[in-house]
């Protein structure tokens, strides 16, 4: 009885949260049973999905095998990881950093001009980005090119040159999200008591020694929250950023292909449903398994800035 009085007494929060529940349940619940196609040698049939999966033969681990069995499954899983752990701990400075001087701006309307200037690029496709980006590298019109012959350089092909672009894909993914993640940890900083800052100046602290004493120790528990969920995800990969700013290039295979575009050129070329949701799977196991330990490490560190 006191658990329904609770229920009624917060029926306007439980229906708020209603449809957000009934989003997941639907897209992200019901689907994990879907897993099952991992370990079938998946085929359509006439009679729908269920009548397929039901048809279709189990090949156990065979889907798993011929993932890693590829001569690329090393370069694949390499590119993933590496660009990942840049973009959590680059992404993470850079986002501390813009989130900080925004804190030290005294002009409410400064910071609003800033924080959407910043957060614009989070909000475009990559695709429209693409065509930019290819209106700085193309080969005969590119600016990047004329720049460059301008002051007597030579032309480069940089759709065909692959030290650069382990660069640009960086740049351009720290671009794109470090006006979210400094957003957020601009509402963190506002939310620290001012009493600490006063109580600093009165004891002569430099602005240097109160972000370094204060504001930094105060963003420790949320840094490790939202580090231990970007782990989850290192082998995870934005496939716009490496499969349409390249422009899907060959020549460049070696340096841009990571996982999520390894499954795509897959499955257009093979149509082999089964070996994608393998390597889906795959990937949510490895980063729940990922977060889990990022967790226990943290806890042992500091128990307060752990997330479960």
């Known amino acids: 009885m006191a658990m329904l009085r609770n229920l009624w007494r ?26 099952v196609v991992a370990f079938k040698n998946f085929h359509y049939s006439s009679g729908g999905f269920f009548q397929s999966l039901r048809e279709s033969p189990w090949v156990g681990f065979d889907n798993f095998k011929f993932l890693f069995s590829s001569n690329n499954a090393y370069l694949i899983t390499r590119n993933t990881v590496l660009y990942n752990v840049a973009f959590i701990v680059l992404g993470l ?14 002009s409410k309307r400064m910071i609003k001009i800033y924080q959407t200037s910043m957060l614009f690029p989070y909000f475009l ?9 290819f209106a700085f590298l193309s080969p005969d019109k590119g600016l990047m090119n004329s720049i460059l012959t301008l002051f007597g350089g030579e032309e480069i092909n940089w759709y065909n040159e692959q030290k650069y672009w382990p660069f640009i894909l960086i740049v351009l ?11 957020i940890y601009f509402a963190s900083i506002m939310g620290i008591n001012s009493d600490y800052y006063e109580a600093a100046m009165v004891d002569g602290a430099s602005k240097w020694q109160q972000i370094k004493n204060i504001t930094i120790p105060q963003l420790v528990p949320l840094i490790s929250i939202l580090s231990i969920l970007s782990v989850g995800n290192i082998f995870r990969a934005d496939f716009g950023l490496f499969y349409q700013i390249p422009r899907n290039s060959g020549a460049l295979y070696e340096v841009t292909s990571v996982l999520d575009t390894y499954i795509y050129n897959g499955l257009t070329s093979t149509g082999d ?18 977060v889990v330990l990022a967790n226990f490490i943290v806890r042992k560190f500091d128990e307060e800035s752990a997330l479960f």
Do not use: D, H
């Open 10 to 35: 917060n029926k306007a929060f439980l229906l708020m949260a209603l449809p957000g529940t009934i989003w997941l349940i639907l897209f992200f619940y019901i689907p994990v049973f879907g897993n």
């Open 93 to 106: 400075i850079f986002a501390v950093f813009l989130a900080i001087v925004l804190s030290e701006l005294r």
């Open 125 to 133: 496709s990559w695709v429209i980005i693409s065509y930019f980006v």
């Open 173 to 183: 993914g720290i671009w794109k999200g470090v006006g979210y993640n400094s957003v």
């Open 273 to 290: 449903i089964g070996m994608t949701a393998a390597a889906g799977l795959y990937q949510s196991v490895v980063g729940c398994i990922l």
